[in-house]
């Protein structure tokens, strides 16, 4: 992976690509690059202003993050035992942002690298597919979803998140 300005050059490794991985390479143009930011870095770009960009501007995050497996991306992102990671926060905040405006559903789900979907809400639904809208792009079908209203619910599904990510 190579980062140059706002874009990233995704390299495919030789192996995986022996393999039949899908796509040997990719650019990506992205409003933000940060390379080995600090996590109290990384939550002022990037997760402060989530939920307000979503709420008052219609703009969604997508936070993709690379490096050595024994870096703490997940416990950032969905928290561990020790406290609530980034993405509880922003989903509170935005919560907190459009109460009585909406319904809020969460779904959470990874993609491994030979394409299997796991459901994050619910470990044991296999019934989930990723298809393909040439209007909406690529999403995912029949996975698990939580209503959230409340900060506790956010909690709640993050800590399910977390348990079903160390299976």
């Known amino acids: 992976m190579r980062v140059d300005g706002n874009t990233v ?43 307000p960009n979503f709420t008052y501007e219609r703009k969604n995050m997508v936070a993709f993050s690379y490096g050595v497996r024994s870096s703490p ?4 992102m969905y928290g561990s035992a020790a406290g ?49 809208s040439p209007k909406e792009g690529p999403r995912v079908r029949m996975a698990a979803r939580i209503l959230v209203s409340l900060a506790g619910d956010v909690r709640g599904a993050m800590d399910t998140i977390a348990k079903n990510y160390e299976k």
């Open 9 to 51: 050059q995704l390299h495919c490794p030789q192996p995986l690509r022996g393999a039949g991985f899908a796509v040997a390479g990719a650019l990506f143009d992205v409003d933000v690059a940060l390379d080995g930011p600090d996590a109290s870095t990384l939550f002022r770009k990037l997760c402060a202003t989530a939920a």
């Open 73 to 76: 991306k997940r416990q950032l």
């Open 84 to 132: 609530e990671g980034y993405a509880a926060r922003v989903i509170t905040e935005f919560i907190r942002l459009g109460a009585k405006k909406g319904i809020f559903a969460l779904s959470c789900h990874v993609i491994g690298s030979t394409e299997h979907r796991a459901d994050l809400l619910d470990a044991d639904n296999e019934l989930g597919v990723i298809v393909g």
